[in-house]
């Protein structure tokens, strides 16, 4: 091949480069880089690392998904490696999901130095995709960072079924974390989330009798979602001593919560008849004795009646 040969082909490929702006011909510019083979990844991982970011990523993710089509991944490491976090929030926004289609396209290239750099840039700023690549690992090294993400919106779903994959690991660092025996926060408002999340993770792992003690105090949380998670767990392993107040806080609780949330505790405690019918009746003699007259408009009497079998709708009781 002559110098003016190599000339030619190399400003083919940057045209070809230049046309995955285009909203008509970008996904065929793609196509034909990709079909010039790995000739072509220099000028492709070129213009991923230094072509300026922007608020529009169409181009950038159609780089990635060509050096990921050549098996460039030495190029995609690269890229989340020296990656550098843009200023302006649109932009910002834009650059995630190219980060997301580079970590996506890294699935296909496991290794410890793969997870690694996935793992670090999860640390430096999370996206679906990079949440995705590296739950594919299923290694327990992950699992404090997932449990970190569980306040953050967007990542959230991903990092609850990364660790599911890890149901062990995940249960065992549920636990510390609840205990308060982590570095992450779990008190107040602020990690609400992050205990409705963790108690969640541990309702369908499942804990053990033993293993209730220190979670009980979770039935006084100040978010409902918490209380009634926390009864679930109760339900399921406390002492038999321990159940009618487990009953009787759902139902008691119910006064402050909103309709799925009522819905919830009915269909809980409608597993256990006899003994949300204790509890009803105790509630229900604790409240005459205090002059309250029955309201079928609030929760709380709803809640109360239906586990009194309707008898407030006969008025007698």
Same mark, same amino acid.
């Given at each position: 091949? *002559?110098?003016?040969?190599? /000339?030619? &082909?190399?400003?083919?490929? /940057?045209?070809?480069? %230049?046309?995955?702006?285009? =909203?008509?011909?970008?996904?065929?510019?793609?196509?034909?880089?990709?079909? @010039?083979?790995?000739?072509?990844?220099?000028?492709?991982?070129?213009?991923?690392?230094?072509?300026?970011?922007?608020?529009?990523?169409?181009?950038?993710?159609?780089?990635?998904?060509?050096?990921?089509?050549?098996?460039?991944?030495?190029?995609?490491?690269?890229?989340?490696?020296?990656?550098?976090?843009?200023?302006?929030?649109?932009?910002?926004?834009?650059?995630?999901?190219?980060? &997301?289609?580079?970590?996506?396209?890294?699935?296909?290239?496991?290794?410890?130095?793969?997870?690694?750099?996935?793992?670090?840039?999860?640390? /430096?700023?999370?996206?679906?995709?990079?949440?995705?690549?590296?739950?594919?690992? #299923?290694?327990?090294?992950?699992?404090? !960072?997932?449990?970190?993400?569980?306040?953050?919106?967007?990542?959230?779903?991903?990092?609850?079924?990364?660790?599911?994959?890890?149901? /062990?690991?995940?249960?065992?660092?549920?636990?510390?974390?609840?205990?308060?025996?982590?570095?992450?926060?779990? &008190?107040?408002?602020?990690?609400?989330?992050?205990?409705? %999340?963790?108690?969640?993770?541990? !309702?369908?792992?499942?804990?053990?009798?033993?293993?209730?003690?220190?979670?009980?105090?979770?039935?006084?949380?100040?978010?409902?979602?918490?209380?009634? =998670?926390?009864?679930? =767990?109760? =339900? #399921?392993?406390?002492?038999? &001593?321990?159940?009618?107040?487990?009953?009787?806080?759902?139902?008691?609780?119910?006064?402050?919560?909103?309709?799925?949330?009522? *819905?919830?505790?009915?269909?809980? @405690?409608?597993?256990?008849?006899?003994?949300?019918?204790?509890?009803?009746? *105790?509630?229900? !003699?604790?409240?005459?004795?205090?002059?309250?007259?029955?309201?079928? #408009?609030?929760?709380?009497?709803?809640?109360?009646?239906?586990?009194?079998?309707?008898?407030?709708?006969?008025?007698?009781?």
């Amino acid at each position: 091949m *002559t110098p003016v040969e190599l /000339q030619a &082909s190399d400003d083919t490929i /940057q045209q070809l480069i %230049a046309g995955l702006d285009s =909203l008509v011909d970008g996904e065929q510019a793609a196509e034909q880089l990709v079909s @010039l083979g790995r000739h072509v990844t220099p000028a492709v991982e070129r213009y991923l690392l230094t072509s300026r970011p922007r608020s529009i990523s169409v181009s950038r993710c159609r780089a990635v998904r060509i050096l990921g089509a050549l098996g460039a991944y030495s190029s995609l490491i690269r890229y989340l490696r020296e990656n550098v976090r843009p200023s302006d929030a649109a932009v910002l926004f834009a650059e995630d999901a190219v980060r &997301s289609a580079a970590a996506l396209e890294l699935m296909h290239c496991e290794s410890p130095a793969t997870f690694k750099v996935l793992l670090d840039a999860v640390k /430096q700023r999370a996206t679906s995709g990079l949440v995705q690549a590296v739950s594919q690992y #299923r290694w327990p090294e992950s699992v404090p !960072v997932l449990f970190h993400l569980l306040e953050d919106d967007l990542c959230r779903e991903d990092a609850k079924e990364a660790l599911r994959k890890m149901p /062990q690991a995940t249960k065992a660092y549920g636990l510390l974390l609840l205990r308060g025996r982590t570095e992450l926060s779990i &008190s107040g408002s602020s990690a609400t989330r992050r205990r409705r %999340a963790t108690l969640q993770l541990l !309702v369908e792992c499942g804990i053990y009798m033993n293993e209730w003690s220190e979670l009980r105090v979770y039935l006084e949380d100040d978010d409902l979602d918490c209380v009634i =998670l926390a009864a679930t =767990l109760g =339900l #399921r392993v406390a002492p038999p &001593s321990e159940m009618p107040c487990i009953a009787a806080t759902l139902i008691e609780a119910s006064a402050g919560m909103n309709w799925a949330q009522e *819905t919830e505790i009915v269909e809980l @405690l409608d597993k256990w008849p006899q003994l949300a019918h204790q509890a009803a009746r *105790t509630i229900l !003699v604790e409240s005459e004795i205090r002059g309250k007259k029955p309201d079928l #408009r609030s929760p709380f009497w709803r809640t109360l009646n239906h586990f009194l079998r309707f008898e407030l709708n006969r008025g007698h009781h």
